[in-house]
């Protein structure tokens, strides 16, 4: 038997779909498993045993003729049954050109008549974790195995660049005790903490309770991350903005922190595959949407009269829902998680396999 996987677009809810992906993988434990994908995503999902292989697809939007070429690839590998993560309208097309027997979604976007085994959707303005309904996909394909446990794997490269990059700055020593901080995040600038905000934890993180703190960023955070820096003025506040960039980097870097503290952004699940604790910075979101039941995951959001608004960039002009969140208040839950205790975990070199999750 061989499955096609349609998965989700954005980082964070590939990382989600990791629950619903392991127990088709352990339902059709003889099945060859194709993920179809963006290109990103195989740096997330790169170490994972949760797929066979993948095939990458070209950018969001209307289907291009990179993706028609990709559809003429996906009919001829035959696919018995296709899951489609995404709600789109164009993933169901894409999997009917594939020819796939049997096609599994939600009946939404007027694609119900491109599927076999249409699962009834939920109201859209009822907001409903994420992760349960990409279970409930799982269920529809008769999985019983439905833990909510989301997984993660690094490579033995990620784990070297990681190694390189706190060698090339601290070559005396790798800090055992650190702290990362995502401000990033692709949805838009409401979800963004200020980033003098960002700087003074950073600041109090290095200097009250004595550790190294790295900044993470993607390409287009390069900036902020560096102003972070510059604001925080403390040496063992770091970021990489000046590293390749590399999804598999910021993985390992997760990896191996003692606590991540996050805006509501795709790095923000990386944290519980590797058992990190997590701070998430809400704000324009509602939390229900993207609550993964991880029990060592703190979520503070400052409550407003016109939120949480969904929108990418506040409305009103005034972002209190993100300023308003105090430092004070992030770092009461930074000593409340790293108070008790020393590190967890030592950085493993670059001859070290990963653990299984």
Known sequence: MKIALFLPNWIGDAVMATPAMRAIRRHFADA?????????????????????????????????????????????????????FPNSFRSGLLAWLAGAKRRVGFARDGRAWLLTDPVPATPRHEPRPVLDEYLRLARALGCTDLSRTMELETTPEDEAALCRFWRQREPSRIPRRIVCLNPGGAYGAAKHWPSESFAELARRIARELNRAVLVLCGPAERATARRIVEQAGHPHVLSLADAPPSIGLTKAAVRVCELLVTTDSGPRHFAPPFNVPVVTLFGPTHI????????????????????P?????????????????????????????????????????????????
């Open 32 to 84: 060859e498993i194709v993920g179809v994908m963006r290109s990103y995503l195989a740096d997330v999902l790169a170490g994972s045993r949760l797929l066979d292989r993948c095939v990458l697809l070209d950018s969001p939007g209307r289907i291009r003729g990179r993706e028609l070429v990709a559809a003429w690839r996906l009919r001829r590998e035959a696919f018995d049954l296709a899951v489609l």
């Open 288 to 307: 229900a949407w993207s609550e993964t039941f991880y029990g060592r995951a703190v979520h503070l959001q400052q409550p407003v009269e016109c939120g």
């Open 309 to 357: 608004c969904q929108n990418r960039v506040c409305p009103e002009g005034h972002h209190r829902c993100m300023r308003d969140l105090t430092v004070e208040r992030v770092f009461e839950q930074v000593v409340a998680i790293l108070a008790p205790g020393p590190a967890r975990i030592r950085l493993r070199s670059s001859n070290d396999r990963p653990a299984a999750a």
